[in-house]
T-cell receptor, first 116, second 113 residues
Framework: GAVVSQHPSWVICKSGTSVKIECRSLDFQATTMFWYRQFPKQSLMLMATSNEGSKATYEQGVEKDKFLINHASLTLSTLTVTSAHPEDSSFYIC????????????FGPGTRLTVL | GENVEQHPSTLSVQEGDSAVIKCTYSDSASNYFPWYKQELGKGPQLIIDIRSNVGEKKDQRIAVTLNKTAKHFSLHITETQPEDSAVYFCAARVQTGANNLFFGTGTRLTVIP
């Protein structure tokens, strides 16, 4: 299957700092990428849809100014958690449809964010 | 919006036995139903999917069935092995919506050697 990478795999930061998470499609181009958040032992919650060359679409209840998304190229989307607080600690996962089979999505390995 | 329910939340089976996980969905416009396996600390991995024009799909020990009338679909794993132990998520995509998926709540499968 297609490969989606994320960096970093884990990060620990102090409260009030900002953290950037990268999502890359390694062997295909992705005009759209999705960002999910997953709390321990819970399901994936869609946060936003990242669109190459245009603004991201955020799900209801997700703060746009808190979670900044940039999709500057066809292989890279970034999620920046601004002024992070302990409640932002979570597992963040991105995914991308390959376009070959319109429905298939491949997920990155996730980034574990811990805010102290 | 779409609502996907998944049962059971936990499932333990003896190695070699079969495991069945069931999901229901609410939006009749949904037309794509993937299943993902997630191991601890990793992202979900697509293991099988089915589209609404098909009733059943099989890939070696894994099969998925879809009942559009009843709006439910199931994952069947036969001859389970310890390495099948993981959390499994079902999902549904609405045909007329964006390409985002609505996930079930997950099933933690434990295969006992």
């Amino acid at each position: 299957g297609a490969v989606v990478s994320q960096h970093p795999s884990w990060v620990i930061c102090k409260s009030g700092t900002s953290v950037k998470i990268e999502c890359r499609s390694l062997d295909f181009q992705a005009t759209t990428m999705f960002w999910y958040r997953q709390f321990p032992k819970q399901s994936l919650m869609l946060m936003a849809t990242s669109n190459e060359g245009s603004k991201a679409t955020y799900e209801q209840g997700v703060e746009k100014d808190k979670f900044l998304i940039n999709h500057a190229s066809l292989t890279l989307s970034t999620l920046t958690v601004t002024s992070a607080h302990p409640e932002d600690s979570s597992f963040y996962i991105c995914s991308a449809p390959t376009g070959f089979k319109i429905d298939e999505q491949f997920f990155g390995p996730g980034t574990r964010l811990t805010v102290l | 919006g779409e609502n996907v329910e998944q049962h059971p939340s936990t499932l333990s089976v003896q190695e070699g036995d079969s495991a069945v996980i069931k999901c229901t969905y609410s939006d009749s416009a949904s037309n794509y139903f993937p299943w993902y396996k997630q191991e601890l600390g990793k992202g979900p991995q697509l293991i099988i999917d089915i589209r609404s024009n098909v009733g059943e799909k099989k890939d070696q020990r894994i099969a998925v069935t879809l009942n559009k009338t009843a709006k439910h679909f199931s994952l069947h794993i036969t001859e389970t092995q310890p390495e099948d132990s993981a959390v499994y998520f079902c999902a549904a995509r609405v045909q007329t919506g964006a390409n985002n998926l609505f996930f079930g709540t997950g099933t933690r499968l434990t295969v006992i050697p």
